[in-house]
């Protein structure tokens, strides 16, 4: 029972892809390790985005963090829609301070186009977090991250996967993101997943999980 009751003490928010749920992507990870991810005094938070129209899904109705207007690294951000989204993550973190954690007891990452809004998150709405990780994801190219950056010297470390076949969200968009955060001073790593496509995989979830212990230990 003592386990059960204790008081967490770092928090890790995952953020899904496009039209999927938390709960779907927490089963995703279930499915790829037999297992939740370790870490019982960590607390894993798997939202799930708002139902808004979609320009990309020819403007239906899906569970999306924030809509924009292709999915294309030369595309321009949707600074309205984007603002939003940046609300739905402040208020994520501030439940969890609230809760006492510190924000540098708290990472944030995501799946495709919620590891888009991990890194929008850690590197322009709140710097002061532990760590962020984005899976198949990438940053537009005039991202406002870029320009937040410019004038900043402390940010949460980085982890980056991508798969090389990845037909959604494209290798060298993710490579290149990559490129242009660490030329701004992130520090952190890419990893190439080879054969795979617009997916997570059981190698990245576990290396995923063994950079949070490190993390927040």
């Not at 979609?54 to 595309?75: H, K, L, Q």
């Amino acid at each position: 029972m003592a386990s059960i009751m204790r008081k967490p003490s770092a928090s890790v928010i995952f953020f899904h892809g496009s039209g999927d749920t938390g709960p779907n992507v927490l089963e995703w990870v279930r499915g790829l390790i037999g297992r939740d991810f370790k870490g019982s005094h960590i607390k894993y938070i798997f939202p799930t985005a708002p139902m808004q129209e979609y320009t990309p899904f020819d403007g239906e109705m899906s569970t999306v963090w924030f809509n924009r207007e292709s999915v294309d690294i030369a595309a321009e951000e949707d600074q309205g829609s984007m603002a939003q989204s940046y609300d739905i993550a402040k208020q994520l973190i501030q439940q969890e301070v609230d809760m006492g954690i510190p924000h540098s007891r708290i990472i944030v990452g995501g799946f495709s186009m919620g590891g888009a809004l991990a890194l929008h998150t850690g590197y322009h709405v709140n710097r002061n977090l532990a760590g962020v990780f984005a899976h198949s994801s990438f940053l537009n190219r005039k991202s406002v991250v870029y320009e937040s950056l410019v004038a900043e010297s402390m940010h949460p470390e980085l982890r980056m996967f991508h798969g090389t076949d990845d037909k959604v969200v494209e290798f060298q968009w993710g490579r290149e993101t990559f490129d242009r955060l660490q030329e701004l001073g992130v520090i952190g790593t890419f990893t190439s997943l080879n054969n795979t496509a617009h997916e997570l995989q059981k190698s990245s979830m576990l290396e995923v999980e063994q950079w949070i212990l490190k993390k927040l230990p």
